[in-house]
């Protein structure tokens, strides 16, 4: 039986899960909710991408003007580079408290071969999604210049229009703590057999109690982003303009 609730207990079920239970012999037969992976498998979310850009309106398309003079990081030699003619990833995070210490005088400082747990986490799935460049703002931004930073930081709505998607990483409080799925662990999932009826529980399908979602400034950039690959403390979904798809 199904029952009907107000608006008030939906969003608090949309902000903080709900358990799903239906009868185990139903399962192949009704449309039922699937244990979430304890690992981020990239297939799934490349069905989504491929989904968006294949059927989606220009609504969802990215903008063609790129900034000028945009660098990327190039995430197989681990370098960065300007950005060339090819698709390329952005990655909106919470800096936290590491950020002088995070970041060198100038680009060629940068050390990515020991970046920080979410912008390495970034870097392997923008390569496992089948991509090779990331752009990420400590090591695309002139730091230690700060006309050429100001300039930088005001085109930064262009970046984010124009990636083909953007990752989210709306878990942790800072760049240390990685991506959920990736180095980080996903919050377990509780699901329940015992053979006639099973239990599932559906986590939040919504980022809102994430530090990401409470600072404007990364909020913001999800919003200019046509595509977002999120990742939270449980799962992975996919947002556009159109569609929301989620593991």
Not at 62 to 73: E, G, M, S
Not at 79 to 86: G, K, N, T
């Amino acid at each position: 039986m199904l029952k009907s609730i107000d608006g008030d207990q939906y969003f608090s079920a949309e902000r903080r899960g709900w358990l799903a239970c239906f009868p185990a012999q139903l399962g192949s037969r009704i449309w039922t909710p699937r244990p979430i992976p304890e690992t981020f498998a990239p297939q799934l979310a490349r069905q989504w991408l491929a989904s968006c850009c294949k059927h989606h309106s220009n609504r969802c398309r990215n903008a063609l003007a790129r900034p000028t003079n945009l660098v990327v990081i190039d995430c197989k030699d681990l370098v960065v580079v300007p950005c060339p003619d090819a698709p390329y990833v952005a990655l909106s995070y919470v800096w936290g408290s590491d950020r002088d210490e995070e970041t060198g005088n100038t680009l060629a400082e940068y050390d990515l071969r020991k970046p920080s747990n979410t912008v390495k986490d970034a870097i392997d799935i923008t390569t496992r999604m089948g991509y090779r460049y990331l752009w990420v703002d400590q090591f695309c931004i002139n730091q230690s210049n700060v006309n050429i930073q100001r300039e930088q930081i005001e085109r930064m709505d262009m970046v984010y229009q124009g990636a083909y998607f953007t990752i989210v990483a709306a878990a942790g409080e800072d760049q240390r703590h990685g991506i959920a799925g990736a180095s980080a662990k996903r919050k377990h999932q509780f699901v329940l057999n015992n053979g006639d009826v099973t239990v599932i529980e559906m986590p939040p399908e919504t980022p809102y109690e994430s530090v990401w979602s409470t600072r404007a400034w990364t909020f913001q950039e999800g919003l200019l982003s046509p595509r977002r690959l999120l990742f939270t403390e449980t799962h992975a979904f996919f947002i556009c303009r159109e569609s929301y798809c989620s593991e």
